[in-house]
């Protein structure tokens, strides 16, 4: 089959690396694979055996998804967005997918809605028609009010043959987060979590005994890395390792660095071997986004989630909810988060006893490449 992803990150970049997890899943089953992104580069994230595009990109304006800017920084024109929806109109009708996959969309993203439907459009006006899925994780933001769910239902009704919801039905359903009605659910394919193989320890020791923290590929982790270089104060017999993602990371790190001054913690710029550094890790800190917390549970590293909650945003402090009566685990709230409660988290997780490494439930991809091969053969 020839298998189409369209997905658009605008903060961090979780969406997309969950959409290359599925793509390499459609490539190892032998299925030829284009992938359309429309969020800042993230050339760290493994997109072997498929094909690329770039559309023009986009970023949040922080935690602000209704407003655009463009790579520079500047706000997102009707152009820029028209340009966009032309390359991807371009992509469908030259690739002329038989499976075609939104990220997120219509779920969410709704600020791209002119783009994704004419993609979809694109698709639907094919000679073939391909098989039309969404994918979403397991949480979703909920919607504000009762419209947008009856609008995104219509969209899935009216383009989509399925909706895969990439999570276990008994551990999260899709109606925690969002409403789910008879004719949505009747479009409902759950995937079990959707994570690349269990990491094997770090080949060379890297990140052994240390408390490595992540933040992302964004800004928005900034007081996760300053609580850290407190917290590591603290912890002078205890090696800190902060990874800083996103587009202005130079800049961040060096701002970093100034504030470390001589203690013992390590800065750098995102690591491709971040999930073979976790099984030897003393211990992780980090958000609560679904890709993170799916490497946590299989490396079985000692963990503390600060979850994402500005704005509006919920998901995270809802995932943080199920994850927090595990062993070695420790929900930490932003707005009780300093460099003092950081260091008592983490000194709790380190002595508590160990947290069994989950290895079933994660096969999500592959569950997914079947479910669409099984409804492209009814078509």
Same mark, same amino acid.
């Given at each position: 089959?020839?298998?189409m ?13 969950r959409?290359?997890?599925l ?9 030829e ?31 602000d998804?209704t407003?655009l ?9 009707e152009?820029?967005?028209a ?8 992509a ?8 075609l ?8 993203r709704r ?14 006006d094919l000679?073939?028609?391909p098989?039309?899925l969404g994918?979403?994780r ?11 769910? @009856? ?6 009704c009216?383009?989509y @043959?399925?909706v895969l ?13 969002w409403p789910?009605? @008879? ?21 060379v ?9 992540s933040?992302?590929g964004?800004?928005?982790g900034q ?7 407190e917290?590591a104060?603290?912890?002078?017999n ?6 800083v ?11 970093l660095?100034?504030?470390a ?6 800065i750098e710029?995102?690591?491709? @071997? ?9 211990a992780?800190?980090s958000m ?8 946590i ?5 000692p ?17 943080g ?8 685990t420790?929900?930490?709230?932003s707005?009780?988060?300093?460099g003092?409660?950081l260091a008592?988290a ?7 006893n ?10 999500g991809?592959?569950?997914s490449?079947?479910?669409a ?7």
């Open positions: 089959m020839k298998v992803i369209v997905v658009t990150h605008l903060l961090g970049t979780g969406h997309l690396s959409a290359l997890t793509g390499r899943a459609f490539v190892e089953d032998g299925h694979t284009f992938v359309a992104t429309g969020g800042m580069p993230a050339p760290q994230l493994d997109s072997a055996g498929m094909t690329l595009l770039g559309l023009p990109p986009l970023r949040s304006d922080g935690t998804f407003r800017l463009t790579q520079s920084g500047k706000v997102a024109e152009a820029y967005h340009a966009r929806a032309t390359a991807l109109v371009k469908v009708q030259s690739f002329a997918p038989d499976v996959i939104t990220e997120l969309f219509p779920f969410g600020s791209l809605a002119a783009e994704f439907l004419a993609g979809l459009q694109a698709a639907r000679p073939r028609k098989i039309i994918s979403i397991d949480i979703l933001a909920p919607p504000s009010k009762p419209s947008k769910a @009856d609008r995104t239902e219509d969209i899935v009216e383009y @043959d399925g919801v990439h999570s276990d039905q008994i551990v999260i359903p899709l109606a925690v987060s789910v009605t @008879d004719r949505l659910n009747d479009r409902l394919y759950y995937t079990g979590f959707v994570a690349p193989k269990a990491p094997a320890p770090h080949p020791g890297v990140g052994k005994d240390e408390v490595l923290v933040a992302g964004g800004s928005v007081p996760i890395f300053r609580a850290a270089i917290a104060r603290q912890m002078p205890r090696r800190w390792r902060l990874l993602g996103g587009q202005d990371a130079p800049a961040r790190i060096d701002q660095r100034q504030l001054g001589d203690i013992s913690v390590i710029p995102v690591r491709p @071997d971040f999930r073979q550094m976790l099984p030897l890790a003393a992780s800190v609560c986004g679904y890709n993170t917390a799916l490497d549970l299989q490396s079985g590293t963990a503390v989630f600060v979850p994402f909650d500005d704005g509006k945003e919920v998901e995270q402090s809802l995932r909810q199920t994850l927090s009566e595990m062993p070695a420790s929900v930490l709230p707005k009780k988060l300093d003092e409660t008592r983490v000194a709790k997780v380190v002595t508590s160990p947290r069994p490494i989950s290895d079933r439930g994660f096969d991809a592959t569950k490449v079947e479910i091969k099984q409804l492209k053969a009814r078509a």
